[in-house]
């Protein structure tokens, strides 16, 4: 089982990134993804997941209506769009799933606790 996460880099404030979280060795779609991001000196907290079968989201609240999580089965890839970017967005970004696929299959979880694969993580800096 790997994660790849990739597609950070430096934006100014009000740009976009699309960060790509390429899965290996499982089929993205029999789980549930979250995607993470911990600024230096901060916890880790949750920014987005989405349920294994893909009706149930979550957002922060700090990202909603900015930030979109998707995933394409065929690519075995899961996407974090993020609009209107913020100096504050600034962090590296993880992507991770769950011990099994039975997890969080109707509803995800926001909790980092709660997943147990992660990905190398990609650096997002946001210039005020």
């Known amino acids: 089982v790997q994660l790849q996460a990739s597609g950070g880099g430096l934006v100014q404030h009000g740009g976009s990134l699309r960060l790509s979280c390429k899965a290996s060795?499982?089929?993205?779609?029999?789980?549930?993804i979250g995607w993470f991001r911990q600024a230096p000196g901060k916890e880790r907290e949750g920014v987005s997941c989405?349920?294994?079968?893909?009706?149930?989201?979550y957002y922060a609240d700090s990202v909603k209506g900015r930030f979109t999580i998707s995933r394409d089965s065929d690519k075995n890839t899961a996407y974090l769009q993020m609009n209107d970017l913020k100096p504050e967005d600034t962090a590296v970004y993880y992507c991770?799933?769950?011990?099994?696929?039975?997890?969080?299959?109707?509803?995800?979880?926001?909790?980092?606790?709660?997943?147990?694969?992660w990905g190398q993580g990609t650096q997002v800096t946001v210039s005020s």
């Open positions: 991770a799933r769950p011990v099994n696929r039975h997890s969080y299959a109707v509803k995800c979880s926001e909790s980092a606790s709660d997943y147990y694969y």
């Open positions: 060795g499982f089929r993205l779609g029999d789980y549930a």
């Open positions: 989405t349920s294994r079968s893909a009706h149930n989201t």
